[in-house]
């Protein structure tokens, strides 16, 4: 078989193979990996009651405690990575569209989303350089607390459980 060949065929099998992870990254939500994902009909109860089940919480005050540090803990994530994924801010150029080009809906803003639109205007702006290093330490800086946050928030939640559960939501990608 031709270099050419096998490299088509590689080319192939990977495509394939993303396609495949893409899709299913999209059932569990735009977080991935466990915690509250947000997709499109998402049912943050359902999941807790899921946890619930699986971490065997019977005792209900236990339970109100562990699902409010859970809650705590992914909306602490989702303030660390920008409220929407990672990404850290903006869609790129030309925005985000969902499907047939319709722009999707635009994320809440934070004080994080509202300081990279800041620093994004400083460039447009063509901003002297100290404005410009100006907004990025005040990326950085809400970058860092949201994520001392979301440390501490998965501190807390470590002290109420049990090791057995404590696996079960790292296993869940929560902790």
């Known amino acids: 078989m031709s270099i050419l060949k096998r490299t088509l065929i590689l080319a192939g099998c990977v495509a394939a193979l993303g396609l495949g992870t893409a899709t299913l990254m999209a059932g569990r939500g735009a977080g991935g990996g466990g915690g509250f994902g947000g997709g499109a009909g998402f049912n943050p109860q359902a999941q807790l009651d899921t946890y619930r089940q699986a971490m065997a919480v019977t005792d209900d005050a236990e339970w109100t405690a562990i699902s409010a540090a859970i809650t705590k803990v992914t909306t602490a994530r989702a303030a660390a990575m920008g409220g929407f994924g990672g990404r850290g801010g903006r869609g790129g150029r030309g925005g985000r569209g969902g499907a047939g080009g319709a722009p999707a809906a635009a994320p809440a803003a934070t004080p994080l989303t509202d300081a990279i639109a800041a620093l994004q205007k400083t460039l447009d702006d063509k901003a002297p350089t100290a404005d410009i290093k100006a907004a990025i330490a005040k990326v950085e800086g809400i970058k860092k607390t949201n994520q001392t946050a979301y440390e501490?928030?998965?501190?807390?939640?470590?002290?109420?459980?049990?090791?057995p559960q404590e696996g079960y939501l790292v296993t869940q990608g929560v902790l």
């Open 152 to 163: 501490q928030a998965q501190d807390d939640l470590r002290k109420l459980l049990k090791a």
